[in-house]
């Protein structure tokens, strides 16, 4: 086995570690912004480990390089993806309305931060759903897809 998968695997056992203990220090807090904000690290701390198994699967070659699906299901894939764009498209309505009406910067700067999630979701969806459309998708289409939009690292600053 490389060092690499070795080490994926291990980052994505301290991930599922730091996960468990944060869970009881989010439920202690008492404010429920404070809260969120552990309960934030905490599902991002979940991605990231999830993201850890999926680089073990795609290094191990276990990761199977077309989604080879019959037609039903990959017509119902497609139209849940739809479904999800539309709600996001209806989400990122909404919390623009929200930053119009707060009165608060740092509650409009919060509702900016969650805007740009649900626009990059859309985003995704959007694209995930035209290559689920085309007969000829390639792996790669996938990678990329995830590595643009996805797995993006946040400007410095």
Do not use: W
């Not at 599922?16 to 989010?26: D, N, R, Y």
């Not at 995830?146 to 797995?151: D, E, I, L, N, R």
Request: glycine share 2%; hydrophobic share 40%; charged share 30%.
């Amino acid at each position: 086995m490389s060092n690499l998968l070795e080490l994926l695997k291990e980052q994505k056992e301290l991930e599922l570690s730091h996960v468990e203990k944060l869970k009881p220090t989010a439920k202690a807090i008492p404010s429920v912004l404070l809260s969120a904000m552990i309960q934030s690290v905490i599902h991002d701390s979940q991605k990231h480990a999830d993201i850890c198994q999926a680089l073990v699967d795609v290094e191990a070659g276990t990761v199977v390089p077309m989604l080879d699906t019959d037609i039903a299901s990959g017509v119902k894939m497609s139209q849940a993806v739809k479904q999800h764009i539309r709600v996001e498209a209806e989400m990122i309505r909404r919390i623009e309305s929200m930053i119009e009406q707060a009165e608060d910067n740092r509650v409009a700067s919060i509702l900016e931060y969650l805007l740009s999630d649900e626009r990059r979701h859309h985003i995704i969806l959007t694209r995930l759903s035209n290559l689920l459309d085309r007969d000829d998708v390639t792996y790669d289409e996938y990678l990329e897809l995830a590595q643009k939009y996805m797995f993006v690292l946040p400007p410095e600053g």
